[in-house]
């Protein structure tokens, strides 16, 4: 099976690019070579390429940014994953797609599934939702994985960032009043490998049967406070972390204060996943 892999500079992204291996032949691109604002290179990478399965977790993801930039926001997560689905169809080929928890607006407090309300408080989770339906759109065989709060050793994210800032200060001041579950990079690459090893054993009915939107994150929650003291006591690290209100930490977008999901509909399916603590203690080498 030749597999498209977008984003493979990515956090998830680069993960995939290990995990979908023993898939089949994994033709790995990036922005240089497709540029998901050019609409028209997308087209171009695809029809050249000819992929039996696009797998992409290319993104838009700087939520606060998006908010002054929603044009280039919604290209990149909306308009070309459209793009990607419609190629996929003229193909024959499936796709897999990752959204996020910012889909909801997080006012009560519940685990979300897959078929409840959405709402996004920001542009980023604006464009991720028109991401999702743009695909479900093209009636193409599809998977998109809504996960959250993904972090990992490389990249761009939150426990990189409080790792650095932990280090470089007595006292870190953090959220407490917003709710998710921090979601490693490798799992989310690992169970999309174990799905689609499934889907091969599956034979012809298996995309009818289950394709469709799933919640893919670690089990448990936490907050970002919580999240920050456990990275804070897993590195060793003696700085002080204190819970805030949101409103002492204003920034551009605004955040869902409980966007915890269920992944009951994956795990059922499908496989199971790990506690979110224990995945950070695996991910820090513990
Ligand atoms: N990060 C998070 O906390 C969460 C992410 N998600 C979703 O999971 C998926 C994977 O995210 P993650 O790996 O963490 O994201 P990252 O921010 O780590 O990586 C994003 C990737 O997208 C690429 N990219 C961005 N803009 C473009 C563009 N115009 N053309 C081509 N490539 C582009 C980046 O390339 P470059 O390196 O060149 O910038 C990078 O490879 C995304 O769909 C995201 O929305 C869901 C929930 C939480
Ligand atoms: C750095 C810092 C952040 N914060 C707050 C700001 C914010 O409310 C919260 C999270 O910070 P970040 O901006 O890093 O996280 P954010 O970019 O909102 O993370 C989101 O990214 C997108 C891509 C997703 O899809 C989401 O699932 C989620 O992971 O922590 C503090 O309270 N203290 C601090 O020192
Ligand atoms: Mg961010």
Same mark, same amino acid.
Not at 93 to 106: E, I, K, L, P, R
Not at 136 to 147: K, M, S, Y
Not at 251 to 279: G, I, N
């Given at each position: 099976?030749?597999?498209?892999?977008?984003?493979?500079?990515?956090?998830?992204?680069?993960?995939?690019?290990?995990? *979908?291996?023993?898939?089949?032949?994994?033709?790995?691109?990036?922005?240089?070579?497709?540029?998901?604002?050019?609409?028209?290179?997308?087209?171009?990478?695809?029809?050249?390429?000819?992929?039996?399965?696009?797998?992409?977790?290319?993104?838009?993801?700087?939520?606060?940014?998006?908010?002054?930039?929603?044009?280039?926001?919604?290209?990149?997560?909306?308009?070309?994953?459209?793009?990607?689905?419609?190629?996929?169809?003229?193909?024959?080929?499936?796709?897999?797609?990752?959204?996020?928890?910012?889909?909801?607006?997080?006012?009560?407090?519940?685990?979300?599934?897959?078929?409840?309300?959405?709402?996004?408080?920001?542009?980023?989770?604006?464009? $991720?939702?028109?991401?999702?339906?743009?695909?479900?759109?093209?009636?193409?065989?599809?998977?998109?994985?809504?996960?959250?709060?993904?972090?990992?050793?490389?990249? $761009?994210?939150?426990?990189?960032?409080?790792?650095?800032?932990?280090?470089?200060?007595?006292?870190?001041?953090?959220?407490?009043?917003?709710?998710?579950?921090?979601?490693?990079?490798?799992?989310?690459?690992?169970?999309?490998?174990?799905?689609?090893?499934?889907?091969?054993?599956?034979?012809?009915?298996?995309?009818?049967?289950?394709?469709?939107?799933?919640? *893919?994150?670690?089990?448990?929650?936490?907050?970002?406070?919580?999240?920050?003291?456990?990275?804070?006591?897993?590195?060793?690290?003696?700085?002080?972390?204190?819970?805030?209100?949101?409103?002492?930490?204003?920034?551009?977008?605004?955040?869902?204060?409980?966007?915890?999901?269920?992944?009951?509909?994956?795990?059922?399916?499908?496989?199971?996943?790990?506690?979110?603590?224990?995945?950070?203690?695996?991910?820090?080498?513990?």
């Amino acid at each position: 099976m030749k597999i498209l892999l977008t984003g493979s500079t990515g956090q998830v992204g680069y993960e995939l690019a290990r995990s *979908l291996q023993g898939l089949g032949d994994v033709v790995a691109v990036d922005r240089n070579v497709m540029d998901l604002s050019n609409l028209d290179q997308v087209r171009d990478v695809i029809r050249t390429v000819r992929p039996q399965l696009i797998v992409n977790p290319a993104a838009y993801t700087a939520v606060d940014k998006a908010e002054s930039e929603p044009e280039l926001a919604y290209r990149v997560n909306a308009e070309a994953p459209g793009l990607m689905a419609q190629e996929a169809k003229l193909l024959g080929a499936a796709m897999v797609h990752y959204s996020t928890d910012y889909v909801f607006d997080g006012s009560n407090p519940e685990p979300r599934g897959e078929d409840d309300v959405t709402g996004p408080l920001n542009v980023y989770g604006a464009s $991720k939702l028109a991401g999702e339906q743009a695909i479900a759109a093209a009636g193409i065989d599809h998977l998109i994985f809504r996960t959250s709060w993904v972090y990992g050793m490389r990249g $761009k994210n939150f426990l990189l960032t409080m790792m650095r800032l932990a280090s470089e200060r007595e006292e870190l001041k953090v959220v407490a009043d917003q709710h998710g579950a921090p979601t490693w990079s490798r799992t989310i690459a690992d169970t999309t490998a174990l799905v689609l090893a499934q889907a091969r054993q599956g034979g012809p009915e298996w995309w009818g049967q289950n394709s469709g939107v799933y919640h *893919l994150s670690a089990q448990g929650q936490t907050t970002w406070f919580e999240f920050t003291q456990a990275i804070v006591e897993a590195a060793g690290l003696s700085c002080r972390v204190l819970p805030i209100g949101s409103a002492e930490y204003p920034t551009p977008a605004r955040r869902p204060q409980y966007s915890v999901m269920s992944s009951e509909r994956l795990v059922s399916r499908f496989c199971h996943l790990p506690d979110w603590k224990q995945a950070l203690h695996l991910c820090m080498g513990q």
